[in-house]
């Protein structure tokens, strides 16, 4: 049996996509979060000094030091919230069509785009784990490939819970998370 997808790596798809698996390490999420909220930490400390010498010492002097790490936490905060984006400008499959097709023992991935064509194919035995959101299936081969399947480009809607049970009949439910 033979399930066909065709995915295009359209902006709105591929920033999805890549805040999805920028979810998906949870330690990456942990690392971001911690300094986060040393940013936050830290603004918060400077700010409060810098308006203690201000009202108690008429002091304007820390001022400028004191705003430094607020403006830190600034960019680190827009620069995780545009990061997907900046990556959708620099990808060489930006715009790129991608053509699925999903068979009993293997599946294929057909890309076609800007000066780019590649065909390849895997078996299900090399996928380590599989993420599933609302939008779409994320299939890690390795650290290396990914493969990033939209379920808006099935051509019926029960192609997508097929290939749900197929994958899970293949990698097993513990590497296989749904992610809301």
């Known amino acids: 049996m033979e399930i066909k997808n065709t995915t295009v790596m359209d902006k709105k798809f591929f920033v999805c996509f890549q805040r999805l698996t920028m979810r998906a390490s949870r330690a990456l999420l942990v690392i971001f979060i911690i300094a986060a909220l040393i940013l936050l930490l830290g603004s918060a400390a400077s700010l409060y000094e810098a308006i203690y010498y201000i009202v108690y010492f008429n002091d304007f002097a820390a001022l400028p030091s004191a705003l430094v790490t607020p403006i830190i936490l600034i960019f680190w905060v827009c620069w995780m919230i545009f990061l997907p984006n900046f990556m959708f ?16 023992e293997k599946f294929s991935s057909e890309t076609m785009g800007e000066g780019y064509n590649s065909t390849l ?24 490939s990914v493969c990033a399947v939209d379920k808006e480009g099935f051509s019926c809607e029960e192609d997508a819970s097929l290939l749900r049970e197929k994958l899970i009949a293949v990698i097993g439910k513990r590497k296989y998370l749904i992610r809301k």
């Open 89 to 104: 400008k620099r990808s060489h499959v930006r715009n790129a069509t991608v053509k699925y097709t999903f068979f009993d």
């Open 121 to 144: 194919e895997y078996s299900y035995g090399s996928i380590n784990k599989v993420y599933e959101s609302a939008k779409c299936f994320v299939i890690y081969i390795d650290k290396m």
